[in-house]
């Protein structure tokens, strides 16, 4: 069985896509500030930003590929902190595209759709990218460097996430769905756009393309269109939780230290190509259901 090194597997995309990869390869995964144990996995603690110790890593693991989750991917918080958010996000990612081009394997990397401005959705893999935040531009200059290095990585945009939490994270509807279990009122962007997928629906995107692309960029989003306010209604319908507590608001009701776009869906129709076939929102919700609520 061919072995899969995934880092940030203590991460709420890195869990659900252990618990796919599993099936067809080892997997070997990476954290650093969330210790963790995943049956039939073997996990490390290895800071990434650490060149040497990711060399020792690559030689005690022998992987045939790299899918590189581990990420600061908080706009506020890298908004913040601009030399350690670098450090994760670019500084690590160089290190691993070189690894993998020394090695001669597969590199798979995590961007988002946050690379994009806003302005000119739904956006192709060949739009120009033109982020509006720190978070944004530092996976905008991820993906230019890790090609630089590596030509053959693939980089895979990825949309806003939801689903099953790990034992360590969990996705953004976790606090949405415990304020609507207490009866408080939530109030959610109704000029955000996005176009999201489940966990698990990403994992089956990333195994797709990290089996069938080389040297390309591809968009992992769903195929629906909607703002963070019409989700949270749809959520509440579909888990039998209250939407009368659920309000709209604007983006600018909310002071961020992150500007945020207002519509980076995402066309993922070269994805479709290759298989990649999200289902609906509604569909998410009813296989996600049982583990949600």
């Keep these: 069985m ?14 659900n896509l252990s618990q796919l990869a599993r099936q067809d390869w080892q997997v070997y995964g990476t954290y650093f500030s ?16 650490d060149l040497l110790a990711l060399k020792k890593l690559f030689l005690e693991t022998k992987p045939d590929a790299v899918i590189h989750l581990a990420a600061q991917s908080q706009p506020n918080f890298c908004q ?28 798979l990397f995590t961007s ?24 944004g531009e530092q996976k905008a200059q991820a993906e230019q460097e890790i090609l630089n290095v590596y030509p053959e990585s693939i980089i895979c945009r990825m949309p806003l996430m939801f689903g099953i939490p790990s034992p360590c994270s969990q ?17 959610l962007f109704e000029d955000e756009m996005r176009s999201p997928v489940s966990g698990k629906t990403a994992s089956e995107g990333l195994l797709l393309a990290l089996e069938n692309c080389r040297g390309e960029i591809l968009h992992l989003g769903g195929k629906e269109s909607i703002s ?48 990649y076939n999200p289902p609906s929102l509604g569909e998410e919700f009813d296989y996600l259901k049982p583990y949600l609520v």
């Design 228 to 275: 963070r306010y019409q989700f949270g209604l749809l959520m509440a319908e579909k888990l039998g939780l209250p939407t009368d507590k659920i309000t709209a608001c604007l983006q600018a009701d909310v002071p961020m230290a992150a500007p945020r776009p207002k519509d980076v869906s995402l066309n993922s129709t070269k994805a479709y190509g290759l298989g």
């Design 80 to 107: 913040k902190n601009p030399e350690l958010s670098y450090k994760i996000n670019v500084s690590s990612t160089i290190n691993l595209a070189k690894l993998c081009a020394e090695f001669q394997i597969p590199f």
């Design 171 to 187: 996705s953004f509807i976790q606090p949405f769905i415990q304020t609507l279990k207490l009866g408080n009122s939530l109030s």
């Design 34 to 49: 969330h210790a963790l144990e995943i049956t039939g996995i073997n996990l490390y603690k290895v800071d990434l930003t």
């Design 112 to 135: 988002t759709d946050l690379v994009f401005d806003g302005t000119h959705p739904p956006y192709k893999e060949s739009d120009r990218v033109f982020p509006i935040n720190l978070y």
């Design 2 to 15: 061919k072995k899969l090194l995934i880092t940030g597997i203590s991460g709420f995309l890195g869990w």
